[in-house]
């Protein structure tokens, strides 16, 4: 099978995000593997991606970034070369938690920059994208960063990350 995407073979790297797929099949990926842990995997909603990014305890801080309140250069993988920010720029995804310092207030890595990341949530007729990507300036960067395609819509800046619905605990 031919690559779904123009760049190909530059992209097909171990511990990066994957990219060129569609909603279709991240959500398929998230059955497929939900049947195989045996436990409910999905897609996350925005709200859900949003609370994850900002951190803290209510989970809706007024931190622009995942990290704190202002973008630091070498903290995401994204094109810091066309905003002038600085020299840095990979030009394709980047190994999973290689930003260590850029992770949110909960651990997570990679929530800006790297890959815009699928959502459950549908507005309209697209759904809603999340975290910029390695091809986007500082600005998409932001926790608040959005942007959204048709669901069947394959790109090379796309992909997305797996939230697990932690069962309700009974008897406490």
């Keep these: 099978m031919k690559d779904p995407y123009r760049f190909g073979a530059a992209f097909d790297v171990g511990n990066h995000p994957v990219v060129g797929v569609n909603w279709y099949e991240a959500l398929a990926f998230c059955r497929w593997l939900s049947a195989k842990v045996s436990y409910e995997v999905r897609l996350p909603s925005e709200e859900a991606w949003e609370k994850a990014a900002r951190g803290g305890r209510d989970g809706f801080e007024s931190r622009p970034y995942p990290w704190g309140n202002e973008y630091v250069s ?34 997570i890595y990679d929530l800006s920059g790297n890959v815009w990341e699928w959502t ?14 390695w091809s986007l300036d500082p600005r998409d960067a932001r926790a608040s960063s959005r942007g959204g395609d048709l669901p069947g819509y394959r790109g090379d800046f796309r992909g997305f990350r797996v939230a697990c619905v932690v069962p309700a605990v009974s008897g406490l």
């Design 74 to 107: 070498g903290y995401a993988n994204i094109d810091e070369v066309a905003s002038k920010v600085s020299p840095y720029y990979l030009q394709q995804t980047s190994a999973v938690g290689m930003y260590p310092q850029g992770a949110s207030a909960g651990g």
């Design 120 to 133: 459950l949530t549908k507005v309209n007729e697209a759904h809603v994208l999340r975290g910029g990507s």
